[in-house]
C-alpha cells in the first residue's frame, strides 16, 4: 500500500501560489489513489483475468505508479527558500561541468528541455553503468525514460504545474523552477554516501 507524502512545507516558496501547489498536491494524491487501486485489481485479476483486460490494466499501472514517482522527486527536489549551487554539492558540480563543459552550458540545455513543445518532464539523469548525465525528456510519465538511469532533477511541464500561477508562460515558470530547486536533494541522489557523510558529520 502506497501512503502519500505530505509536501506543506513547500507552501509559501518564492515563485509558486500555495493555491497553484495546494491544486499540485491533489494531483498527485490521485496517482497514489490509482495506484493502489491498480495494484489491488491487478492482484484480484492475475489467474482470472482475459488477456485483454489484464493488458489494459498493466499498461495503466505504468502511467499511475511514474506519476506518483515523478511528482514525489519534483516536489522533494523543490525548496520553500531559493537555494544556491554550494560547496557540498561539489562532485556534483564537478560532474555537471565535465559532462556538459560547464554548469551554465547544462542550465541552458535543461531549461530549452524543459521549453520543448508538448506536455511532460525535464530531467537531470545519470546514467551510473557509463557514468554520465543526461538532459532528458519524459512524455506522459511512462515514454523516455533512460533504462537504468537515475533522476536527479525532475521539473513537472505539464500545463497544471504553472497555468494557475503563470497562464501559458512556461519560460517564467520554468526560471521560478531553478531558483527554487533543492540543490542539497539533487546532489544527494547524485552521490548519497558522501552527501551522508557531510550530514552525520
Known amino acids: 500500500m502506497y501512503k502519500e507524502t505530505n509536501f506543506n512545507h513547500l507552501l509559501g516558496a518564492p515563485g509558486f501560489s500555495d493555491n497553484l501547489l495546494n491544486t499540485h498536491f491533489g494531483l498527485y494524491q490521485g496517482y497514489v489513489k490509482n495506484t493502489n487501486m491498480l495494484a489491488d485489481r491487478l492482484k484480484e485479476l492475475t489467474e482470472k483475468a482475459g488477456p485483454g483486460e489484464y493488458a489494459e490494466l498493466k499498461r495503466r499501472f505504468g502511467w499511475e505508479f511514474n506519476g506518483m514517482r515523478l511528482h514525489e522527486l519534483y516536489f522533494e527536489n523543490l525548496s520553500p527558500k531559493s537555494d544556491s549551487v ?3 554539492q561539489a562532485n556534483l558540480i564537478e560532474k555537471i561541468n565535465k ?17 520543448l513543445r508538448g506536455i511532460g518532464w525535464a530531467i537531470l539523469a545519470y ?7 543526461f538532459n532528458i525528456w519524459i512524455n506522459e ?3 523516455g525514460h533512460l533504462a537504468g538511469a537515475v533522476p536527479l532533477l525532475v521539473m513537472d511541464v505539464f500545463e497544471h504545474a504553472f497555468i494557475l500561477d503563470y497562464g501559458m508562460k512556461r519560460a517564467d515558470y520554468i526560471e521560478a523552477f531553478m531558483k527554487a530547486t533543492d540543490w542539497k536533494t539533487v546532489a544527494g541522489r547524485f552521490d548519497p554516501v558522501t552527501f551522508l557523510a557531510k550530514i552525520e558529520n
Open 99 to 115: 559532462d556538459f563543459g560547464s554548469f551554465e552550458n547544462w542550465r541552458k540545455d535543461f531549461i530549452a528541455t524543459g521549453a
Open 86 to 88: 554550494a560547496s557540498e
Open 127 to 133: 546514467d551510473k553503468r557509463d557514468e554520465r548525465l
Open 141 to 143: 510519465h511512462d515514454a
